[in-house]
């Protein structure tokens, strides 16, 4: 099956400084991919939208010069955030779709905690 | 705009009982994908079952089975024979058309197993 792993699945960061979170499908091609933000006890909030090699369409809401999203390939996309707050820790979750398999599905990473301290 | 509502925070079911959850949601359009999608202790989102608005009959995947009620706009998830494992957050979620792939996400409902 379509695999897309995440990368840290945890990740302790200190205030002002930067993360970068990687999101990769395994064994597919992944020609969109989203980013979604999950608070405790709370559903998914999708925080962006990319498509390979285009610039990503964030949410209503969501600081793209914060969290900048790159998908530069089809197999990788990146969330960086910068300037990182306690505020930003969260569970963040990616998830992939590709135009190859079936096209209504997203398939979902593990997720990564980001504890910023 | 389209919305999801999962008006069950928690629900809780003896292990070999059936459970149902509930799942409404609004739309103008004809032609859409609903979902129930598993959160389990580890976060991974698992797919558990999928529904075409076109098709008529009702999903079903082993234990789980849903109960599409088109004109209702209602969305039920039946899990027959509880196990264990069961025990997780349920999402249930709208797809539009192939097309336009954004995921609309109810707000979630906690299945607690009891042994």
Redesign the interface.
Known sequence: GAVVSQHPSRVICKSGTSVKIECRSLDFQATTMFWYRQFPKQSLMLMATSNEGSKATYEQGVEKDKFLINHASLTLSTLTVTSAHPEDSSFYICSARTALLASYEQYFGPGTRLTVT | AQTVTQSQPEMSVQEAETVTLSCTYDTSESDY?LFWYKQPP??????VI?QEAYKQQNATENRFSVNFQKAAKSFSLKISDSQLGDAAMY?CAY?ST??Y???I????T?LIIKP
């Open positions: 994908y580890s976060r991974q989102m698992i797919l999928r999402f797809q192939p097309d792939y954004q995921l996400w109810g707000a979630g906690k």
